[in-house]
């Protein structure tokens, strides 16, 4: 029988023909990804400006753009707000509030459960300026609902509290995807184990912390992964408070728009549009490094046992 040539694959295309299913595809990404991502790196090597002689003519600068970004006290400020952003909306408000929803609701039928998802899938769908100005509504000093309902008239949320405030809005509206990620992943947990940890006397936390996260702990990593990257990301905030008081909520995608929109800093801005790149791709590394290391441990496991079985078995068969 013929082997089959260098050329040929499983669907029988062919190199030729392969390269040209996929070409088109190619294209787009390289056209409207590739091609951009290069310009960025480009321009944040020069002074290239959005007015004046710099965007007519604009000048190399080397890695001016970034040693000037790294060592400006806004950005470095717009960074940690960044990490107390994407740690108190996503991974603790998101994730702990999806999981918590979906754990309560996973149970339970009927219309009380239609409804919470209802509300939650409803608070996610809506558009995120429509979002936005919903929420400055809620929390306006003046007309605010939430001060009608508190009794408080002129407290102003988003001047005395604006990262508060904005990491409460997020939590809010992006909940909805961690509990359905968490609901799917709940599904696949053997009702059996839950019934024997039961019978053996475990509480509640002890089910959830020997049974539960073990079983759908790559669902967590890699919902922690999109929630992150996407919040990291995230402009909607702006809405908001516009990156004030004073700097107090200024994230970093606000503050890429502040130095290269209203600064008219192009060549800055793509500077520090490429390091919040590198920042997403390390984010990006350290969870799929995470999730690589326990399907690596677990292989190793079975790979243990199975050479137990073996020795135990007198070696293997001749």
């Known amino acids: 029988m013929a082997r089959p040539t260098s050329a040929a694959d499983a669907a029988g295309l062919g190199t030729g023909r392969a390269i040209a299913f996929v070409l088109p595809a190619l294209t787009l990404i390289a056209v409207f990804l590739v091609f951009p991502a290069l310009w960025t ?31 400006d006290p806004r950005f470095l400020s717009s960074l940690w707000l960044t990490v107390l952003y994407v740690g108190g909306s996503a991974v603790i408000g998101q994730a702990g509030l999806g999981f918590t929803l979906a754990w309560t609701l996973r149970a339970r039928t009927g219309p009380l459960r239609r409804a ?30 939430l001060n ?7 407290l102003a949320w988003l001047l005395d509290h604006p990262l508060l405030s904005i990491i409460v809005f997020n939590v809010w509206r992006g909940t909805a995807f ?23 006397g475990a509480s509640v936390p002890q089910q959830l ?17 999109l929630i992150s990257l996407w919040t990291f990301n995230d402009f909607t905030p702006f809405v908001l408070t516009g990156g ?26 793509a500077a520090i549009s490429f390091l919040i790149l590198l920042i997403n791709l390390v984010l990006a ?7 690589r290391g326990r399907r690596n441990r677990r292989r190793n496991r079975r790979h243990h046992r199975r050479h137990q079985e073996i020795a135990a078995a007198g070696g293997p068969p001749a």
Not at 59 to 68: C, K, M
Not at 148 to 154: D, E
Not at 285 to 291: K, N
């Open 244 to 269: 004030g008081p004073e700097g107090r909520s200024e994230i970093l995608p606000v503050y890429v728009y502040r130095v290269a929109l209203k600064d008219g800093q192009l060549g800055a801005g």
């Open 178 to 200: 961690s509990m359905m990620l968490y609901s799917a992943a709940l599904e696949n947990v053997p009702p059996s184990h839950l019934e024997t940890a039961r019978l053996a």
């Open 285 to 291: 590394l350290a969870y799929l490094r995470l999730l």
């Open 116 to 145: 919470v998802e209802g509300v939650v899938l409803l608070s996610w769908i809506l558009p995120s300026t429509v979002v936005g100005f919903l929420w400055f509504a809620l929390l306006d000093r003046d007309d605010g609902t």
């Open 41 to 71: 790196i480009y321009l944040g090597l020069t002074d290239y400006r959005l007015t004046g002689t710099a965007a007519a003519d604009p000048q190399l600068v080397g890695t001016a753009n970034y040693t000037g970004a790294l060592t």
């Open 148 to 154: 009608a309902l508190l009794h408080t008239p002129g």
């Open 209 to 225: 912390r020997d049974v539960v996260l073990p079983a759908i702990r790559r669902h967590i990593l890699t919902n922690l992964l």
